[in-house]
């Protein structure tokens, strides 16, 4: 069973891992632009930068400026970006994706522009796509026409939220959740005997958590907090008369946790992996046809755990859904009476499915 787990751990790794071939950063874009349009446009030739359609306003300032500045500082002329706004205003139009190919050439000649440059930027999931052209006023032609794809890194995620790079990337995590576990609980060789196989069915455990997380590097971070798990456990049968039992403790989880960033936006999607230190919380209850009594929770546990968790940025943060699977390699234990003096008794391997909800502030 432990091999299956490492096998699975193993492959969610594999998945997680950012995949940067064919990407480039948002820099060397900018870079390479100004160098192939300088080429074109020459020393006297006109510029102006009159339209670009994107889904974040905050993006589209950034990279016209951005492109602008390239050019000029290589010689190139650029028409006042006062000016081109101006027009927009008073002509109705908008930098959002309303200035079509057929208007930015009416708005390059009443500039007195020699050449402009349109643009589109479009968010692909795992990466950003940038198309951009060139225009001929006098021909009408596209002289250049470059596409980027950009990868997805600090400095285009602050871009994209407007941010400058002195602000840096948020870095800090502290979120609450609050979910239920759906078990899949073994019952410890101890608590129904050697070669034996009774019924067992888990019970479901309330699952309140405070996380805490901190990005190590970009797409990367390291995850920890408290985990409660409440009245976990499971119900034996099938041992017979007055050995059918039901069996309940809570919990704490100390998970340490690798997140991998699959996806940044329109959502977020973080792969999960890594261990845990499970920590006795309450006593165990044990019930049966007869009675019941409670007993100390004795032990430390340790696990491993894989899962994936989904975000929607609202506000400092983000609505985080968690699933994730934990497995404990060993028991916790009780201590009992068994006539001859006490002896300890193992309880139940727990295995479960987590599904939580909360939210996470960024700092």
Known sequence: MRAKVTTVLLLLILIALPVSAGKVRYDDVVTDIAKTFSEALGKKSRVAFVSIESDSEAFS???????????????????????????????????????????????????????????????????????????????????RKLSYDVTYDSKLRQILKGQSEAVGSQRIGIGVKYGMAFGFNKAHVDMVGSG????????????????????????????SGLNFMIDNGI???????????????????????????????????????????????????????????????????????????????????????????????????TTVDVGSGPEEMGLMYRQNLTVSLGYTFML
């Not at 455990?205 to 990005?215: D, E, G, I």
Request: hydrophobic share 40%; glycine share 10%; no cysteine.
């Open 61 to 143: 300032s950034r990279f016209v400026s951005d492109v602008e500045n390239a050019l000029i500082n290589r010689d190139s002329i650029v028409l006042e970006r006062s000016n081109l706004d101006a027009m927009i205003k008073e002509l109705e139009f908008q930098t959002s994706g309303l200035v079509d190919d057929d208007a930015a050439v009416s708005i390059g000649h009443m500039l007195g522009a020699d050449l402009i440059i349109a643009a589109s930027a479009q968010n692909m999931v795992s990466y950003y796509r940038i198309d951009i052209k060139l225009i001929d006023l006098t021909t009408t032609l596209v002289k």
């Open 196 to 223: 034996v196989t009774p019924k067992e069915e888990s019970l479901t455990a309330k699952t309140p958590s405070l996380t805490l997380s901190y990005k190590i590097i970009d797409l990367l971070s390291f995850q």
């Open 235 to 333: 119900d034996i049968s099938g041992l017979g008369a007055g050995s059918d039992a039901v069996v309940t403790y809570s919990s704490m989880d100390i998970p340490l946790m690798f997140s991998f960033t699959a996806i940044e936006k329109p959502i977020r999607v973080d792969i999960l992996v890594g261990g845990y230190l499970s920590l006795p919380l309450s006593q165990v209850n044990i019930t049966n046809s007869v009675g019941g009594a409670s007993l100390d929770l004795n032990g430390r546990v340790w696990g491993v755990s894989g899962g994936v968790a989904i975000g929607y940025n609202a506000g400092p943060g983000y609505i985080g859904l968690d699933v994730r699977y934990g497995y404990d390699f060993d028991s916790f234990t």
